[in-house]
């Protein structure tokens, strides 16, 4: 059979199911393939889990403790017991699945291949840039403040802008919670980071993966940081995302009603170097779709971004210039997930100690 060359299909759910093979536009270099033999499966000691129960109460240091080591370390943990109602993140995973079983031309009202639209349903990264495609469609919303950026979104699942909106404040309530405990585990005031943020920011993805005739060949999102603050994915029940520790892929394996928190660029940048935000991917499989919810938590575009003064001495110089967080935005989505973190751009000629 001809190797399937470059669709008509916009998106990739019109495609997948059609192909026997990985279109050629799929197919990464061999030197930047996935591997997945070599993956390590997580345990209990990889990636750690944090119960919040308790934060306001009696077990209050030792979570802040726990919330410091875990971004210090790993650059990532799972939250459980965190407040947000099994049922508003179920009817999200169901309304998420909906969307994307929407007929064509109903999911291509929202489509867009422009990344500064503010609503906008589109496929792999960023088709305008890339060299390769990624196994990937992803609706993209703005979601803080809520008014300006509701009546842009689908009406199709008919509920989708109401269970929506629920679950975007649900988990705006438990980002505006570990971030004062993540200002604490920095010796900083509790509001610190909330008032570095300027007017704030939240954009979500409803990522779509579907299943991949030879998940060895591509990636669902290959190798990249998170440019924002913070991240709180919420992933249904198939396994893909997979985070970098000591040089090897580790699999972090769904477990109901967690989610995953990730620190973000500009959290490396707020501490100075002292939490790192770690590259991870999604990679695909071949027997299932799997669908991943990732909330971005950011600063307002105005908002002027540096290492806290606090955490600046003698042997921690500031590591990073000033910026605003647009500068820094343009600059991701222009680069790619081809490269290095943007972080480096804005890097001081300081060679901050580790801490
Ligand atoms: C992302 C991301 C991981 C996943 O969207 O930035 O890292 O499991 N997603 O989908
Ligand atoms: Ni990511």
Redesign the pocket.
């Known amino acids: 059979m001809a190797t399937p060359t470059a669709s008509t299909k916009l998106l990739l759910s019109d495609l997948a199911s059609t192909v026997q093979n990985v279109p050629s536009n799929y197919i990464r270099p061999i030197n930047d393939r996935p591997n997945l033999t070599q993956v390590e499966v997580s345990d209990a000691s990889s990636i750690p889990l944090i119960d919040l129960d308790g934060l306001y109460g009696p077990r209050h240091s030792e979570i802040i403790q726990q919330i410091g080591l875990a971004c210090q370390h790993d650059g990532f943990f799972q939250v459980k017991n965190h407040g947000v109602p099994e049922e508003t993140i179920n009817i999200m995973l169901n309304t998420a699945r909906r969307f994307f079983k929407l007929p064509e031309s109903e999911r291509l009202k929202s489509y867009s291949d422009d990344p500064s639209k503010t609503t906008r349903l589109s496929t792999s990264f960023n088709v305008k840039t890339e060299k390769v495609a990624n196994w990937r469609d992803f609706l993209r919303l703005h979601c803080y403040p809520l008014e300006r950026y509701v009546h842009e979104w689908p009406t199709n699942p008919p509920s989708f802008r109401e269970d929506v909106a629920e679950y975007c404040t649900s988990i705006r309530g438990l980002v505006l919670r570990l971030l004062e405990a993540i200002s604490e585990s920095l010796g900083l005031q509790r509001d610190y980071i909330d008032k570095s943020l300027g007017k704030h920011a939240q954009h979500m993805a409803l990522n779509y993966y579907p299943p991949c005739p030879q998940p060895e060949l591509t990636y669902g ?1 290959p190798g ?3 440019p924002n603050l913070i ?1 709180i994915l919420l992933q249904d029940d198939v396994p893909g995302l997979q985070v970098l520790r000591n040089d090897k892929w580790v699999a972090v394996n769904p477990i109901p009603n967690t989610f995953i928190i ?1 620190i973000g660029d500009q959290m490396q940048v707020l501490s100075n170097d002292r939490y790192q935000s770690v590259l ?1 991917r999604a990679v695909v499989n071949c027997d299932k779709e799997r669908i991943s919810i ?1 909330t971005f938590y950011c600063p307002s575009p105005d908002a002027l971004i540096g290492p806290a003064k606090e955490l600046i001495d003698h042997n921690h110089p500031a590591a990073y210039t000033d910026f605003t967080y647009a500068e820094y935005y343009e600059k991701f989505w222009k680069r790619g997930l081809e490269t290095d973190c943007c972080l480096d751009m804005f890097k001081t000629s300081n060679t901050a100690s580790s801490f």
């Open positions: 999102l990249h940081t998170d991240t990730n991870h990732p």
